[in-house]
């Protein structure tokens, strides 16, 4: 399977990443953020614009493709698996904010990005996903310190 020099999937799993962001965002218009390392900040914000652009858009890739079935099968099943976790862990952390949860909120996006570059074969995504999984636990493990006395 090809998607052509446009992933409409990967567009789709972006966006249903970001509509809980965004209600986040809404609900919690004063927090701040409490990690004041700004090359981690900066570095977790570089890592996710990145991602984000590539997750829909080939750069440096000719086209977005698989090599056998099962790839296609474990790109779909995997990015849906991680995209529902993901969705149930937010439900359940904006009703009753924890460091685990929070945790898991941050390490499940690099997972989906991760999981797609390194099936797409698209190294740029694969690295941007590193990154940002580096520069996004880290913040978030520091925002997450007050959290039910867990993730110091």
């Known amino acids: 399977m090809k998607f052509g020099w446009i992933n409409g999937f990967g567009a789709g799993v972006v ?3 970001l509509i809980p962001n965004i209600v986040y965002a809404v609900k919690n218009k004063g ?8 090359a981690m900040n900066i570095l977790e914000q570089i890592g996710r614009y990145a991602c984000i652009i590539l997750m829909w858009l080939p750069v440096l890739v000719w086209e977005f493709g ?12 995997g990015n849906g698996a991680l995209l529902l976790a993901y969705r ?12 685990g949860r929070a945790l898991a909120l941050a ?18 995504l ?3 996903a590193v990154l940002f999984a580096a520069g996004h636990i880290y913040v ?13």
């Not at 927090?31 to 700004?38: A, F, G, K």
């Not at 149930?88 to 460091?99: E, G, N, Y």
């Not at 390490?107 to 740029?124: D, E, K, M």
């Open 31 to 38: 927090e701040q953020n409490l990690c004041t390392n700004r």
């Open 107 to 124: 390490v499940l996006p690099a997972c989906i990005f991760l999981l797609s570059g390194l099936l797409l074969r698209h190294w740029l």
């Open 15 to 17: 966006i249903l990443m």
């Open 126 to 128: 694969v690295g941007f």
């Open 66 to 77: 698989f090599r056998s079935v099962f790839e296609t099968v474990l790109y779909f099943a």
């Open 140 to 152: 978030t493990k520091k925002n997450a310190a007050g959290m039910d006395g867990g993730a110091k």
């Open 88 to 99: 149930i862990i937010f439900m359940r952390h904006l009703k009753h904010k924890t460091a």
